[in-house]
């Protein structure tokens, strides 16, 4: 079925609310200045009616010669002057003599008004004495109880008089052409606009590509603006999405590959003691040593898997509540001080008291205890460890650093990527997941703080980063 689009819907229901709108103002000027000028033909009329009367009451001569000779003095090209009584009789007219065979007046409607509110007119009327169209006016003269009527015959210039100007209706039209035309201009843009977005949304709904010449140049109104900023969005999107498939391939493959190495360890452990009944106690309970070994290990990544997911895929499920930082690195110390001995390492806790923060405390706690892990595997044996903090209006700056061996500049951007390693074999044998450090980085992000990581100028590493009060 034929659908019209919304652009030509629009100009054409904007074009009819134009035209009416012209149309009205058309009708009601012409209408207007029409009754203007009967209002100014019997204004003057209405104005000689009243010397007429000024002229009788100050001469005093009412005589019929007397009303002759003032029409012929005041002459207006074929004016009609009529004098009538309340009962309707004509008493004077300059144009018709007979009396006695004229109609009554009574009825006329200039004539009624007249007796009634003092004026009346009527135009375009067929006179019946005379049969003639005329324009009369009359006024009533209180002193004489009589109507003076002064008539102007209804010819071809009195028509031409009453005429209505043009002018307002050829400027009504032409301004109605300029309207249309910029809505045109308008709507045409609106259209097209409106064509690329279909042409869009068609494309993308099936797949297809973009990148093509009829999906650019949009007009430069706030619409168009609009259309780009969708389809730029869409393909900003489209392309995160990309990069987010291949991170969720290399993330799978990563995850498959570092479940590997445990499952295949315990795997080979087992089949060693299943295999061999006969094998010694002592060996046996290695075997079972390392087996459990892998799976605390496989645990440890997969709990690691798991607050990561929880970051990425549902952040505002995770609870909030007022988290004493002193206290809790008084527990971590507490729960590495064996790690920290066998590597001879310490713990300086430089933190001024009062370090409360806003937060999630498990993730809060795999912040610094993931930071502490990941010095006392990599410092090196004979280091301290350092953590300070300093107050801004709304949150804490803390530094976390060490005096070790650092890290290569070039592996320092990459550190916070999951499964990323510097040494890969060492960082397995020292039982790392690869992920403790993406924890680190998502939970302070979470927080609504930052995180950046550099070496020290004396030597190790150090983390910088905030978290909101």
């Known amino acids: 079925m034929f659908r019209t689009s919304v652009g030509t819907r629009l100009y054409v229901s904007v074009l009819a609310v134009f035209i009416a709108f012209a149309a009205a103002f058309i009708i009601f000027q012409h209408a207007r200045e029409r009754e203007y000028k009967i209002n100014s033909l019997n204004a003057r009329l209405q104005d000689y009616n009243s010397r007429m009367i000024e002229t009788l009451e100050y001469i005093g001569d009412h005589s019929e010669a007397t009303l002759d000779r003032y029409v012929r003095n005041h002459h207006m090209h074929g004016l009609r002057v009529t004098l009538i009584r309340r009962d309707g ?18 009825h006329r409607e200039e004539v009624r008004e007249a007796f009634t509110d003092g004026s009346g007119y009527d135009f375009n009327r067929l006179s019946s004495t005379l049969k003639r169209t005329y324009f009369y006016s009359a006024t009533y003269v209180p002193e004489l109880d009589l109507v003076i009527r002064s008539a102007l015959p209804y010819d071809n210039d ?78 900003r999107l489209k392309r995160t999405k990309e990069e987010q498939n291949v991170l969720k391939r290399q993330l799978t493959q990563n995850i498959a590959h570092e479940l ?97 923060v806003r937060g999630n405390q498990s993730l809060l706690y795999s912040v610094f205890r993931n930071l502490t892990d990941n010095a006392i595997a990599y410092a090196g044996e004979g280091t301290t460890i350092t953590l300070s903090a300093s107050a801004d209006d709304d949150s804490w700056n803390f530094t976390f650093s060490d005096n070790g061996v650092g890290v290569p500049y070039e592996h320092l951007p990459r550190l916070f990527e999951r499964f990323y390693r510097v040494d890969k074999g060492r960082s397995r044998k020292m039982g790392g997941t690869g992920l403790g450090l993406a924890i680190v980085k998502n939970s302070v992000l979470l927080h609504g703080g930052t995180i950046t990581v550099n070496n020290n100028i004396t030597g190790g590493l150090r983390f910088d980063f905030t978290l909101r009060k």
């Open 89 to 106: 009789r004509v008493v004077y007219d300059n144009m018709y003599k007979n009396y006695a065979g004229m109609d009554s007046h009574r």
């Open 158 to 235: 009195l028509a031409e008089i009453l005429k209505a100007d043009q002018h307002y209706l050829w400027f009504t039209l032409v301004a109605v052409l300029i309207l249309v035309f910029i809505l045109y201009r308008f709507v045409s843009r609106l259209g097209d606009n409106i064509a690329k977005l279909r042409l869009f949304a068609s494309r993308a709904d099936h797949n297809e590509s973009l990148d093509t010449e009829d999906l650019v140049g949009f007009s430069g109104d706030e619409l168009g603006e609009i259309a780009e900023r969708i389809i730029k969005m869409y393909k």
């Open 260 to 356: 590997k190495t445990p499952v295949a360890s315990i795997q080979g452990y087992l089949e060693t003691v299943l295999e061999n009944p006969n094998i010694n106690e002592a060996t046996k309970q290695q075997f079972l040593e390392r087996c459990y070994a892998q799976s605390q290990r496989l645990a440890s990544l997969l709990h690691d898997i798991s607050t990561l997911n929880r970051l990425d895929d549902a952040p505002e499920m995770v609870d909030f509540e007022t988290v004493d930082i002193n206290v809790m690195i008084t527990n971590i110390i507490k729960d590495t001080t064996l790690q920290l001995a066998e590597r001879k390492m310490a713990f300086d806790n430089c933190l001024p008291q009062g370090v409360v």
